[in-house]
């Protein structure tokens, strides 16, 4: 039951991924909209963005090819965090991140067999699995599948499988093709950004 957790964290799980972007491409960037109030930053924001959503939908065919959710919860699941400083020596720090709570056991191959017990199947390629003290119930509006964590009725907890953060962090071939390419398209929509502001076309 290694991808089953009763335990619903408080705080997100994170994927890091590194973005290097060049000091001399920043410095040309910062240089060609000096002009411009916080137009380099704009810029870099924008094309981060753009190779933030390029990431999430690299790793999706693969993540989807080895777990069993479905791509509307991968989406809604996965969520993406970037920012870049200037520090106090002048360097540009770049940080940015795939972030996602556990997701319930009800979102991934999930049923209750005819006599009442939870099957679940996390891993497309994994066996079927019984859980043999685990219920599905209603709590408020929510539907979960839920185990008793005591020898009464109650207390319950809501059962989970991993986050997709670390669904991608499971396979580092996902996480090279990930990184590379952030970076292909961020190098490419740099310089569209970079030009859509020197025009005029966006402020």
Not at 50 to 68: D, I, M, Q, S
Not at 86 to 92: L, Y
Not at 99 to 125: C, H
Not at 148 to 162: F, H, N, Q
Request: proline share 3%; aromatic share 8%; charged share 25%.
């Amino acid at each position: 039951m290694s991808d089953i957790t009763n335990e619903k964290t408080k705080h997100a799980v994170y994927a890091g991924i590194t973005v290097d972007i060049a000091e001399d491409s920043l410095d040309r960037v910062q240089k060609l909209l000096a002009g411009i109030s916080g137009g380099w930053q704009k810029a870099v924001g924008s094309a981060l963005s753009r190779a933030a959503a390029a990431g999430r939908t690299e790793a999706k065919r693969p993540v989807l090819a080895e777990y069993a959710i479905d791509q509307s919860t991968y989406l809604r699941e996965t969520r993406t965090i970037n920012h870049f400083e200037r520090s106090a020596d002048g360097s540009i720090s770049v940080a940015f991140a795939f972030a996602g709570y556990v997701i319930p056991l009800l979102q991934f191959n999930t049923s209750v067999d005819s006599s009442g017990r939870v099957v679940t199947q996390v891993k497309r390629n994994g066996a079927a699995e019984t859980l043999n003290h685990a219920f599905k119930a209603q709590m408020g509006p929510h539907i979960g599948i839920y185990e008793r964590t005591g020898a009464g009725r109650w207390p319950v907890k809501e059962l989970y499988g991993p986050a997709t953060p670390q669904m991608m962090y499971s396979n580092e071939a996902v996480m090279d093709a990930v990184e590379e390419k952030m970076a292909d398209t961020y190098n490419r929509r740099i310089e569209h950004e970079v030009d859509a502001l020197l025009n005029g076309w966006r402020r």
